[in-house]
């Protein structure tokens, strides 16, 4: 089946630290999304990548899409205990369905 | 006012049992969608309607049935529920489909527990 694999499972980071999330498929997604889900809470959506190579970047957190439109990172500089989360990715391949990932767990340490 | 709402937040019941679960969207999108969340926090899509029209119907067990009575509510009925059906399950909406870049607008959940 179509899949969206996501690493890592878990992150630790001191507080300052930078924080990064990558999202893999094994075939050609036609868009990404990102989403936050703060602990007890719902998914929140971040942002949505759709052209091959796009960069897109909110404050401290930066977007990528991949060439190949087969992968994509999330990357957090300097991180604050209010980035704690879990961070999801969701790819849509050529249906009317987003795919999430299994969610990146990021507990950061003061 | 919230945008995506679910009744009831925490539901515990029985083996066995028939329960609902209600969701209610006022941001007038045509899309609504449930998403099964498990304990490992994998979000799973169930079903979507757009204009109260079935559009996505996962690979769910037909204890699961949902409804829409109109575009802004998607309403999800279990039967027969099974220890296997604990999970957080979330409502959701866009406006626009995922095909045209609709993002999704989650409501807070509802935690069913099932004994």
């Known amino acids: 089946g179509q899949q969206v694999m996501q690493i890592p499972q878990y992150q630790h980071v001191q507080e300052g630290e930078d924080f990064t999330t990558y999202c893999n498929s094994s075939?050609?997604?036609?868009?990404i999304q990102w989403y936050k889900q703060r602990p007890g809470g719902h998914p929140v959506f971040l942002i949505q990548?759709?052209?091959?190579?796009e960069v897109k970047k909110q404050k401290r957190l930066t977007f990528q899409f991949g060439e190949a439109k087969k992968n994509s990172s999330l990357h957090i500089t300097a991180t604050q205990t209010t980035d704690v989360g879990t961070y999801f990715c969701a790819g849509r391949f050529t249906g009317n369905q987003f795919y999430f990932g299994t969610g990146t767990s990021l507990t950061v340490i003061p | 006012d919230t945008a995506v709402s679910q009744t009831p937040k925490y539901l515990v019941t029985q083996m066995g049992n028939d329960k609902s679960i209600k969701c209610e969207q006022n941001?007038?999108?045509?899309?609504m969608y449930w998403y099964k969340q498990d304990s490992k926090k994998f979000l799973k899509i169930m079903f979507s309607y757009n204009n109260k029209e079935l559009i996505i119907n996962e690979t769910v067990p037909n204890r699961f049935s949902p409804k829409s009575p109109d575009k802004a509510h998607l309403n999800l009925h279990i039967n027969s529920l099974e220890l296997g059906d604990s999970a957080v399950y979330f409502c959701?909406?866009?406006?626009?489909?995922?095909?045209?870049?609709?993002?999704?607008?989650f409501g807070e959940g509802s935690r069913l527990t099932v004994l």
């Open positions: 990548l759709v052209k091959s190579g």
């Open positions: 959701a909406s866009s406006q626009e489909l995922p095909a045209n870049g609709g993002e999704l607008f």
């Open positions: 941001l007038g999108h045509d899309t």
């Open positions: 075939t050609t997604l036609s868009n």
